[in-house]
């Protein structure tokens, strides 16, 4: 089945709204840039709606018709939390629980935010949806603790761009998936991530028996990533359980 994501942990990625504000050190080199500007738009403006709301429900008759589920991440070139794009959540989120078989990744740097902007019948968290917060730093952290009072099937912590050594084992107890990965730009200018990072972390979710994503890393600066997942010769590239039927 055709993909539209180069992300190794999603098959496609969805964008009901494109465009940001940078919010915090994950930001700095946001890939958004770049890809806006190409385009013709200014990325840091805050949300423009798109128009390829009609690619989900595609996807969920193609998962129907081959009995899997497939993964989406949900607005990579935005923030789905964005206020910016207040007006036009209730109608995504009617999409994506009427498309049950696409798993929905909503990734945020905005957690705080989150409360008040979920779906009246929400309850103990849509089964499609996973709910992750960015945490690449210690001064991100806080994001975790506002993420776990938050009802989700499943919840996961995205430490990418991984800038310093974490100590995630406290919050593991609440989550379900942690993905790491260096920071994805430009040599010379990306803040190079050290392996024992991702070691220290693997070990933590062996530990709590969470499943752990190695996304990528530059061998040596490189030029291009590697995505091989390898720690120490083992490949860490694990999903949390899905428990909804397929
Ligand atoms: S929240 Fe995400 S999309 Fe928005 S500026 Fe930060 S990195 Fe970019």
Redesign the pocket.
Known sequence: MAQNSKIGWTDHTHNFWWG?????E??RF????GIMRRGGYE??KGPMRTKNWDNPSRWQRQAERSGMRLRVFT?????FF?PGADNWRDEAWRVIRDCDRLDWLIL???PELIEDRLPQDWYDGYPNVWLGV?AGCRDSLGRIDILGDIPAAIRFISAEPLLEQLDLSSYLADIDWVITGCERAKKGKRRLMELDWVRDIDEQCLTAGVPHFFKQYYENDSGVPNEDGLVDGVRRQEWPQVTIGV
Request: glycine letters at 0%.
């Open positions: 940001c504000h940078k919010v915090s994950e930001c946001c890939y958004i840039d990325p840091f607005c990579s070139m935005s923030d964005h945020t740097k905005r960015t």
